[in-house]
């Protein structure tokens, strides 16, 4: 999926902060689905993140209360996150880094869980304090949905790297990932939805 989220911005000219928003708004509308009052949201510190913030900001504007735990300090995001990120400061949504956040407390609080921890690119065992997140979101999460691939599962293989999120919805992006059909991809991917983020149909057309 890196490679074909390269060849969109570097030979179609797709802006990746195009990208992104198209990628959050899917997963906020997912989110709707359940009528939340209250979600909370785990941002990583890649793009994963950055799509965690957009959606963030799409559930605030509609009325949702919304909690965001990020786990990267906001100086050293990427620029596209950084950017989501600022908004959502702006807006006045509660951003708890993670060393201040009560993980069961929010969790419990939460109408919906949007795990946007990992994506695509997670090719070594989790580690702090990400294990603990994951732990805390399959024990106290309520209607877990991860975006674009559970947090903890290898996209390719199916293996789950350490502790990995037992979604009930993944939001994936383009087309369906080749993990979430092996190994341990079926149980803690769950439902799977694959959604339009702009890719042009040349990229996606005979891959599975």
Do not use: W
């Not at 390269?6 to 989110?31: K, Y």
């Not at 439902?191 to 599975?208: A, N, T, Y």
């Amino acid at each position: 999926m890196k490679t074909l989220d390269r060849i969109a911005i570097e030979d179609f000219l797709i802006p990746p902060i195009i990208l992104m928003e198209n990628a959050g708004i899917a997963c906020a509308e997912e989110v709707m689905k359940f009528k939340p009052k209250r979600v909370v949201i785990f941002c990583g510190k890649g793009n994963n993140g950055g799509d965690g913030f957009v959606a963030a900001r799409h559930l605030f504007n509609k009325g949702v209360k919304v909690s965001v735990v990020y786990f990267q300090d906001p100086s050293k995001l990427k620029p596209d996150a950084l950017v989501n990120y600022r908004i959502l400061e702006k807006l006045g949504v509660p951003l708890k880094p993670v060393y201040k956040a009560d993980f069961r407390r929010e969790l419990r609080a939460a109408d919906v869980t949007l795990d946007a921890l990992f994506g695509t690119g997670l090719s070594m065992d989790v580690e702090e304090p990400f294990r603990s997140a994951i732990e805390a979101i399959n024990t106290f999460g309520k209607n877990v949905v991860s975006v674009d691939v559970p947090s903890g599962l290898h996209a390719q293989t199916g293996v789950m790297m350490g502790p990995c999120v037992e979604a009930c919805v993944t939001v994936t992006f383009g087309r369906a990932k080749k993990g979430f059909r092996k190994k341990d991809g079926p149980r803690m991917a769950g439902r799977v939805v694959v959604k339009d983020i702009s890719l042009p149909p040349q990229l996606l057309k005979g891959r599975k």
